[in-house]
């Protein structure tokens, strides 16, 4: 297989899950590399999700948490195996990205430590221990678009990390009841202790005051941190500008929807539909129209 096939490939896979073309923002230069990075990003997805846990059953559980930890662990090894020697045709194509845009090996290995992460873990502390959960599973994909746009300043990607953590905190509110579903639970224990609500509260999805504000508590933090990184979207080219305003403007909305049902994410799953792009377009224009009003003190305070 040569590199066009490869990357062919890769195009094929991000096409099964995509619902509209990567190029259509980022170009058609572009397009194949970022094909290549989510292609290898989604089969390690889903190789950490594959096949639910059976409550009760541990020795059948263990068995397939060892098959999903064999699988990232050689998705590891095909990374790290530079001359490609496997002849898989996602590395071939990721390779090629690596190597065209001076990529760090890291951010890959941070996700796959995140991919890891959800087959070993299922329950949080404290906030804390959320946080570098999104540093490895979401933070890296930000740094990956401006590497690739060769926009690597610091302050860029401060505000990268902080638009990439909202936007992954924005999804653990929004699939709270599906996460029940695969026994996971984001919530730090400590903070639902604060706020008086149980485990059993939550598989129950007895929807109370008290979850009531533990989930208004968590999405104006996640507010904070969306506010926190918006001074990137006018750091950056167009049409990268366009796209990140896009997508902020996409994880404000999910938030407010969050709020519209009375933060009751144990019986509703709010979710983006497409009569919501015309809004999101209109605020995204307004926003990179407008001379950002930011400065640098966020970052150097941070």
């Not at 923002?25 to 997805?45: M, T």
């Not at 948490?65 to 990721?94: G, I, M």
């Not at 149980?198 to 996640?222: G, I, P, W, Y």
Request: charged share 30%; with cysteine; hydrophobic share 40%.
């Amino acid at each position: 297989m040569n590199i066009e096939e490869a990357y062919l490939y890769c195009k094929k896979i991000a096409s099964h899950y995509e619902n509209f073309p990567v190029g259509l923002l980022v170009g058609k230069d572009l397009a194949p590399h970022v094909h290549a990075i989510y292609a290898f990003s989604r089969i390690a997805d889903d190789y950490a999700d594959e096949g639910y846990l059976l409550k009760g059953n541990e020795i059948e559980n263990e068995q397939k948490r060892k098959e999903r930890l064999d699988k990232l662990n050689r998705w590891q090894s095909h990374l790290l195996d530079t001359k490609c020697n496997h002849k898989n045709p996602v590395f071939l194509a990721l390779h090629d990205t690596i190597q065209k845009f001076d990529l760090p090996i890291k951010l890959f290995t941070d996700l796959l430590d995140a991919f890891r992460q959800d087959v070993l873990k299922n329950r949080y502390e404290n906030f804390e221990e959320v946080l570098d959960y999104c540093k490895k599973s979401a933070n890296p994909i930000g740094r990956l678009v401006l590497y690739l746009h060769h926009q690597t300043a610091e302050f860029q990607f401060f505000c990268s990390d902080c638009i990439c953590t909202a936007l992954q905190l924005a999804n653990f509110w929004q699939d709270i009841s599906i996460d029940l579903g695969k026994n996971r639970i984001y919530l730090p224990r400590q903070e639902m202790e604060q706020f008086k609500v149980s485990e059993a509260d939550l598989f129950k999805r007895n929807f109370n005051s008290n979850f009531k504000e533990l989930l208004s508590f968590q999405v104006q933090r996640t507010s904070n941190l969306f506010e926190k990184g918006k001074a990137l979207i006018n750091t950056l080219p167009f049409p990268l500008k366009l796209e990140i305003a896009l997508t902020w403007h996409g994880g404000k909305r999910i938030l407010d929807k969050i709020e519209k049902v009375g933060y009751n994410t144990l019986k509703f799953r709010p979710k983006l539909h497409y009569t919501d792009f015309f809004l999101l377009l209109i605020k995204a224009l307004r926003t990179i129209s407008e001379k950002s009003q930011r400065d640098k003190t966020l970052y150097i305070k941070a």
